[in-house]
């Protein structure tokens, strides 16, 4: 998509200097730019590979002196991915999705589509469902019963929308994401023994019960899901059981992720790839989860919460930590514990040594 | 569903008091529960919302006094989370699968269909499939050559299932779950160096190989799952090599659960999400796994074990044990060894201070 | 599919002694094997089984005493796993894939498809797509505008492929599979307290930004995968943001992976199941990650290393390193930091008992 520097700046709310009239029609890192492509050069070290390339204009850092860079033209960013951001938007073609429903598509009559909606091919609409103005749903995606997607909605090829399912303004669910499954919910007729251990911290002996079965508990209560919610690839929020699982306004799940039965997240969270909440826990806003973070069932994670990659949360956290390990702690004691930890061996075979040590 | 509370506590196998004819048509939280709902107050900490709502009825614990939390009815629990199993099943519509063959379904003729399946849109059936009496399958299915879906199962939207896959009968498969694809399993036409670091653990001269090509070993083998097991959402379970992957009765999995090629998992197991079981390992009868644990590859589970949230199994676990961990160890010796490693970097100031220490 | 033993030798360019005419048309374990099967009893542990079954042919080992085991035939495997690579090859009838166009898929007039290649029920294909010759794609597939196919490809029912996804020639891609979606990528207008924390390392004060809001940055770099690649089922490879995301020749992923953004992955790698890498960290050749292991973002994992199971990888490793743990250090390190924590709560109690001890 083609735009004048000029004009570009002014849609990103950036300065330019040198040719305004100039046009790119891509964005590029500097040594594989071509002729038309704006360079994304935010600081000096991406900048020197600008020669490499054959960019005439780049994003560059305020005060960056462009035309010993050998540019024609160049955009200030004074803070580079957001300038990314605005960027990377102007220059998305985005999704291609026809306008209009599929005639392959199935939409049960009782469903309630505005008039501008895209439906692509095979993809299915359950009775009762609401797609609201401007939303585009892919191919393949299915939509239970009484689901509501609401405007502007983007939902991607494969994605499995259960019966229930309430989806706010603006919300991007990536392809094969599943919303409203059955949550995992069982139990056994008798205490089992994962409830006694619970309490026994596992010392004591095994209880081996006479019937093991373990009966269902249906989801009935639905998601709920915010306004500019983005959901990943292959994430799966499940159902609440009598109350809706809640996902917060403003909130980024990334791929694979888990959130369980009964889970209430905040706004404007952000949760990267293979996080696992497990059921009833509740996050605050603004929580940031790394990778493979996992929260264990029925805790409370407090507002502006920032979990390390991969940490174990065992227990309820106040708002504010910064939290990282297995099992988690504040983040510097963790640091603290895996310097010791890596000192221990020599120190013990000083202090207590065994026998040929 | 509309019930009255006398019929409902016939059905829950539970006594009631106060006035059976009272009409209920859903569950809810005691706090948001409308007039005609059932609120759920199975303990008192709950039965303190029932003011803020509007339920006239509600499951609470033995003994309450029901008629001092304001109620017209209640109906008795004495194990409350086995009530909600009930309750749930009987308060749920069901998912909305219209009977018969959808005329977009692709079924070979070769398949074998009881006559009151239900197969859903866009589903294909496979060369040589049977499906049993009671069957219902979602849209966008797809069910490989020679498998078998046994009598009342439920098999969700997008499930993908793959030629020689044996299921029992009353098995619920949650949206996009994929059921005997190909096991990573492969191997370099010399000793790579991931094998001979297995045994040296580590120590020792990198072995760059001259052909480093994975060569690809088959999946012939095909997946049994037994009877009344429940598999999560984009769950996978890999086929096995020349024998099948087994899944014992009664077990249930979560979702974005791995199990590889060749394992084998016992009766009335419990899975939360995320756990992933590497190749060819044996699980005993009644195992839990918390979310996010992972399970070696070629090693043994013993029955009832219990293994804690995103516990590392790395070797053999006898039965009864209740583990935790990374590497996972009996829990109670991994609590001592956290609370050990807690109080170290103040003890080794101390023992053997560094400089400035 | 049968085959005389003599042909099967020849075909697995391996010797054998005995009945050359014997037909053998499937592959077992030795307690199982019917009287048409060839066992597969590489070893003595396994051989011992033999009696068991009723098979009259086995692989064995070099050197094995086949008369003395009952059989009329053997054949000779100096290495069992790459036997059973050949074998399971040869016994393999492959994907039950009809040639041609399955009159129900969706190919857009633009998309350039090799005569001889199979596209099943359901399946689309976008505008501009290349599908070279040779490849089979299953049902319910979705390729976005763009992508490229290679020859001889194997792309499993449900698959999602993105825009400009570019795969090389016989890639195999498992069920549900997501490549091409977009990144978890998101910027705040005002540094948040995740960048900051990422300097403090956690300690101070929490600064609560006056805009919560995520801008997105969309991703227009596409996925680039190289030849001889698979892909696990229900695994997403996310595309770059400017340039391509990047699967290395040869290089073998299981389900459940997750691959972000920018990253980079070298050749002929082995990830076993639940791997995620984070954003723009690049991977070397011939790297093997255990199960669950955690790589973080912007970092590089050097040529040949190991990574053991549910490592978690959080700053940079040289080639051929072995690395175990959480945070990941050289194995043999970590196994001492193991036992020297088992040993410490008891010399803790020694060395500095608490009250009581």
Redo the contacts between chains.
Sequence with gaps: MPYRIDELAEKLGASFEGDGSLIVS????PQ?AGEGDLA?AMSPAYAAHLAEGRAQAAVVWPGADWQALGLKAAVFAP?G??A???L??L??PG??MAPGIHP?A?VDPTADIAADVAIG??S?I??GVTVAAGVRI???V?V??SSVIGVDGLI???V?I??RVRIGARV?V???A?IG??G?S??T?EP???EL?RQT???G??T??SD?????????GGVEIGD?V?I???T?I?SG???ATKIGN?T?L???I?I?HNVVIG??C?F???V?V?GSSVIG??V?C???V?I?DNITIG??C?LG??S?I?SSVP?????????A?????Q???????????R??A???PRKGE
């Design positions: 891509g964005a590029a890192e594989t994304l803070r991915r957001l990314m951001a605005g990377t938007a220059m998305d999704p291609a392959s199935i091919p095979f299915i359950g009775a892919g191919a393949h299915s239970g019963p991607h090829d494969g499995r259960g019966r991007i990536q392809p094969n599943v499954a059955d995992l069982f139990v007729a089992s023994f994962v251990s911290l596992g010392v002996e095994v081996i019960p093991p079965r373990w009966h269902r508990i249906h989801s009935l500019d983005e990943g690839a292959a799966t499940d059981t009598i109350r403003g980024k990334d791929n694979l888990h369980a706004e404007h952000l990267a790839a293979q696992g497990a806003n603004r940031v790394a990778g493979k996992g264990s507002n502006d920032v990659g991969a174990v065992l708002a504010g930590r910064v939290m990282l390990g297995y099992p702690t504040k983040m510097d004691v640091l603290e514990s895996y310097k010791a930890l890596r000192r221990l061996p120190i013990l000083k202090l207590a």
